[in-house]
């Protein structure tokens, strides 16, 4: 799936227990491999990284693994 960068931005990222984790702020990617490492998303007064290896859907909404407990 090729899709913009920018179109990323802004989006709201979801667990797959359905809880809010926050909204895209970032993505970094390897440049000498091609693909995306992480997205760093935005919580109030932070920044967090997901590995991308993390994220399962992208549509309306970004849906990541949640981790387990």
């Known amino acids: ?18 809880y809010y984790v926050g909204y895209v702020d970032e993505v970094l990617i390897d440049i000498d491999r091609g693909y995306g490492k992480v997205l760093a998303l935005g919580l109030p007064g932070e920044k967090v990284g997901i590995p991308y290896e993390r994220v399962t859907a992208i549509g309306d909404i970004i849906l990541v693994k949640a981790k387990e407990e």
């Open 1 to 18: 799936m090729v899709m913009r960068l920018s179109k990323l931005y802004g989006k709201q990222i979801y667990n797959t227990k359905g």
